[in-house]
């Protein structure tokens, strides 16, 4: 008689980028009693939407000696670098991200990741967990699901005509590599946002060889701000007693700063606490946060390595990029490309450029990003937003939360869908110690369950035992 303890279970991890390959890799690290499946339809495992970046220009943000994908071990990034990449690297260095993204595929490789092509399209809830549907027809059974699902495309700009994005004048997605096709080096081109996509794409243009003037349209008109040295402060310019309101904690980094601390050692002694502090502040401050602070705070705590600060610099001064502070209003096609329209202080202004790019940044309304799983399980109440609308809801350990307010059993997410409900959760420090936690809740998990197992089958045996013996003795 083949015994439940003896099949085997099976964690399916959705989404094979950076969070989803350090999930399962952690999970092969542990030594997990259960079968770990990555699906994924692109064949080279953790890479995801920023580490698969064709250029060598686009360089990490966060420095090699900090950013080790294991948490244990500080320094296996950077061994990992000088052996493969760059022998001279220092703890400083600002890597290219697609070096990045082959370290972490190299992970994949040495413990041997088990991997599905496929998309998942479905999520059908049961007794034992779930089963997924593929894009390819197939079924697979899993007893635990993990959303790494990363990030997605921006959300719809306002105005964009029909013809602009059929003429190709509009492009909604700055990594498509048709986004940089037959476009004239010398034409002027416009970039929607002036965040770190927006860096990416003025580098990639012009490693491509676009000589063109750039015109960056923001509502705020500010690039990120670069990486320098500082004396590090020893412990959070907030203090924990702090009054949890905007007002209160922007008092106290200003306070620190006032007292000569370097804003970004301010800014860096937030970072064990920031999610805390965020989850510590009432709804309505979390709105007034996300309405007048959000911007302030991603320009200062997500900081352009030096070098790729320089390019930006060098080009603003010469006026071959240039800010366009104001609303993005329309975007129509010309003869030439495109007109676009923004709303300023002063009115409306209208430029026209052979090519308008969206560089606002992946949209964290799941509702609308055309995944068909998350569809369904929007339909299905599996899954809700965070309470400000975008993200998932879940409990502090990645469980998800349905409709009705239920934790599940079952259902986990890392990464970029945890800004649902937390501040900061799209930076590999960050990741990879949700990976790891996320990891060893699992593992227990199945331990229970195969505990629970053990003693259900040690029941069903003394049940069949027991009327043998009575009979016997009868």
């Given at each position: 008689m083949k015994t439940r303890d003896a099949v085997t279970r099976t964690i399916a991890i959705i989404g094979g980028g950076v969070s989803g390959t350090l999930t399962a890799y952690h999970l092969l690290r542990q030594n997990a009693d259960a079968r770990v499946i990555v699906i994924d339809p692109r064949p080279k495992l953790g890479l995801g939407l920023a580490y698969s970046t064709p250029?060598?220009?686009?360089?990490?943000?966060?420095?090699?000696?900090?950013?080790?994908?294991?948490?244990?071990?500080?320094?296996?990034f950077l061994d990992w670098l000088r052996a493969n990449h760059d022998a001279e690297a220092q703890p400083t260095t600002f890597a290219p991200r697609a070096v990045f993204g082959r370290y972490i595929h190299s992970l994949a490789e040495d413990i041997g990741l088990s991997q599905v092509l496929a998309f998942v399209v479905d999520y059908r809830a049961n007794k034992t967990g779930a089963v997924l549907t593929l894009d390819t027809g197939h079924e697979l059974r899993a007893d635990f699901v993990v959303l790494a699902t990363g990030n997605f495309d921006p959300a719809a700009l306002p105005g964009i005509s029909e013809e602009a994005i059929k003429t190709g004048a509009y492009c909604h997605n700055a990594w498509a590599p048709e986004t940089y096709e037959n476009l004239n080096p010398d034409a002027p081109v416009a970039l929607i946002g002036t965040g770190l996509t927006g860096v990416d794409v003025v580098l990639r243009l012009r490693e491509l060889g676009h000589r063109g003037i750039i015109a960056a349209v923001s509502r705020h008109g500010v690039f990120p701000n670069r990486h320098a040295d500082y004396v590090p402060l020893d412990e959070s310019a907030i203090p924990t007693a702090t009054p949890p309101t905007c007002v209160a904690y922007l008092h106290a980094i200003h306070t620190a700063i006032r007292n000569g601390a370097d804003w970004r050692a301010v800014i860096d002694s937030l970072r064990a606490t920031t999610n805390e502090l965020w989850l510590a502040l009432p709804l309505h401050e979390q709105k007034r946060f996300r309405r007048h602070l959000q911007r302030r705070w991603d320009v200062v705590r997500h900081r352009?390595?030096?070098?790729?600060?320089?390019?930006?610099?060098?080009?603003?001064?010469?006026?071959?990029?240039?800010?366009?502070?104001?609303?993005?209003?329309?975007?129509?096609?010309?003869d030439i490309g495109a007109s676009v329209v923004i709303r300023t202080h002063a009115g409306t202004e209208r430029f026209t450029a052979a090519r308008v790019i969206n560089c606002t940044g992946p949209s964290m309304?799941?509702?609308?990003?055309?995944?068909?799983?998350?569809?369904?399980?929007?339909?299905?109440?599996?899954?809700?937003?965070?309470?400000?609308?975008?993200?998932?809801?879940?409990?502090?350990?990645?469980?998800?939360?349905?409709?009705?307010?239920?934790?599940?059993?079952?259902?986990?997410?890392?990464?970029?869908?945890?800004?649902?409900?937390?501040?900061?959760?799209?930076?590999?420090?960050e990741i990879r110690q949700q990976a790891v936690q996320l990891a060893e809740l699992l593992s227990e998990h199945v331990r229970e369950a195969n505990a629970l197992d053990g003693l259900a089958t040690s029941n069903v045996v003394r049940r069949q035992v027991e009327p043998r013996v009575e009979a016997v003795l009868a």
């Open positions: 250029s060598l220009r686009h360089l990490l943000n966060v420095p090699a000696g900090k950013i080790s994908a294991l948490p244990d071990e500080p320094d296996h352009m390595a030096p070098p790729i600060a320089e390019i930006i610099d060098a080009e603003l001064k010469a006026g071959t990029l240039v800010i366009r502070e104001g609303h993005l209003a329309a975007v129509d096609a010309t309304n799941f509702r609308r990003v055309g995944s068909a799983l998350l569809d369904r399980l929007f339909e299905q109440g599996l899954i809700s937003s965070g309470p400000l609308g975008g993200g998932f809801l879940c409990a502090s350990d990645g469980a998800m939360i349905d409709a009705p307010g239920n934790v599940s059993e079952g259902m986990f997410n890392l990464g970029p869908g945890r800004l649902g409900t937390l501040l900061e959760s799209i930076a590999v420090p």
